[in-house]
Every structure is written in C-alpha cells, then in structure tokens.
Antibody, heavy 125, light 107 residues
Framework: QVQLQQSGPRLVKPSQTLSLTCAIS??????????WNWIRQSPSRGLEWLGR?????????DYAVSVKGRITINPDTSKNQFSLQLNSVTPEDTAVYYC???????????????WGQGTLVTVSS | DIQMTQSPSSLSASVGDRVTITCRSS??????LNWYQQRPGKAPKLLIY???SLQSGVPSRFSGSGSGTDFTLTISSLLPEDFATYYC?????????FGQGTKLEIK
C-alpha cells in the first residue's frame, strides 16, 4: 500500500520560501509508471495543480503557469521523497498543500492516488 | 487550459436516493476523466478513473460514464457516508484541471 507523508512549516512570512517534503512508502520516486505531484486547495482557487516530477530514463518537471518562475519540485532518490519549494510567497499562497501520486499505465493516467494528509500553510507576517 | 464545469454546484438528497453529477470539459478529453470524493478536513479520495473504471476498494454503488466532453458520476443508492463534495478532474493534458465541486447534502 502506497503512503505519502508530508512535512514542513505551517507558517511562512510574505516574500519568503514555502518548503514542503513528501516521503513515499510502498513505491519509488524513480518509478517509470508514476508522476509525483503537488496540488493545493483554497476557497478562492479550488483544487489547483501546481506541478510534478517524474522519471522516464531521465528526470522531467512540469509546472503550472500560475506559479512558474517561483516553483521547484525536486526528487530525492536517496530518501525516496520529493519536495516543493515556492518562492516569494504572498497571502494568496495560503492554502492546504497536498502531495499526490499520479499512477500511469499504457492507457494513460489512472488518477491521483494516494494523497498526502495535507498541510495548511498560512502566509502571514 | 481545459476548463471543467460541474453541475449542480450543490445537491440535496436523501439516504437511498439515486443521484447524478455532471461534468463538462471545454474541449474533448476522450475518457481522461477522474472523479474524487472529499469529506470535510480530509484529502480527496479517488473514486473513478478513465471515466468509468472503479478504483480498487470503492463500493459498486459508484459509477461513471461519458466520453468526449460530457461525463457523469452516479451514486445508485445514497448511504450516510456519501454526503460529501465531489470533484471531477481531467488528465488529458497538462495542466491537469479540476471542476469547482458539487456539494452533496442531506435533505
């Protein structure tokens, strides 16, 4: 059974960097049939996909336009985890952040499953 | 980006009712459509993937159908634990996008 465990600060000051980590058990961050995603949820923006990292002979990243230039998602194969860094945060970045696996087969995505437990990150001075 | 629109935004129903939630995409996504259930304070849970495939462990009273731009999630006979918010999500193209949600409430 795949499980994702999130960790990181819940309070970040404006203009600083939001950093979260997602530890994977039951699967590998280097899997050739999965991608590792960050999604956030807020009342104003709903569920918003932020980006992903995945391995297909080499590492790839994709990011949402809304956060491009501020976001980095990195795999850490030594710890079997991946991380989110979001720079220059503002109060609009206040949200519940989730790490999520997207499991693929030859037909395509099999949906986002599982999800981490969620981390409410508040951007405030 | 592909826009996902759900209807209705909220729905009142009773235990035992059959309910249907609709999701429409702004362009064809073939069958790259997934459904989630979210209870308050919890992460979304995958119910249906690829429009009609039931995720392992999900009760058979949940079903999905559709292709192209129009999709439905049906709950055949509501149980008390089914009152939650439901979301559709397209996995056809990046960025993946979600509907705004349908809140299913007890009548």
């Amino acid at each position: 059974q795949v499980q994702l465990q999130q960790s990181g600060p819940r309070l970040v000051k404006p203009s600083q960097t939001l950093s979260l980590t997602c530890a994977i058990s039951g699967d590998s961050v280097s899997s050739n049939s999965a991608s590792w995603n960050w999604i956030r949820q807020s009342p104003s923006r709903g569920l918003e996909w932020l980006g992903r990292t995945y391995y297909r002979s080499k590492w790839y990243n994709d990011y949402a336009v809304s956060v491009k230039g501020r976001i980095t998602i990195n795999p850490d194969t030594s710890k079997n985890q991946f991380s989110l860094q979001l720079n220059s945060v503002t109060p609009e970045d206040t949200a519940v952040y989730y790490c999520v696996r997207d499991n693929w087969n030859f037909l395509g995505s099999r949906g986002f499953d599982p999800w981490g437990q969620g981390t409410l990150v508040t951007v405030s001075s | 980006d592909i826009q996902m629109t759900q209807s209705p935004s909220s729905l009142s129903a009773s235990v035992g009712d059959r309910v249907t939630i609709t999701c429409r995409s702004s362009q064809s996504i073939i069958t790259s459509l997934n459904w989630y259930q979210q209870r308050p304070g919890k992460a979304p849970k995958l119910l249906i993937y690829a429009a009609s495939s039931l995720q392992s462990g999900v009760p058979s009273r949940f079903s999905g159908s559709g292709s192209g731009t129009d999709f439905t999630l049906t709950i055949s006979s509501l149980l008390p634990e089914d009152f939650a918010t439901y979301y559709c999500q397209q996995s056809y193209s990046t960025p993946s996008t979600f509907g705004q949600g349908t809140k299913l409430e007890i009548k």
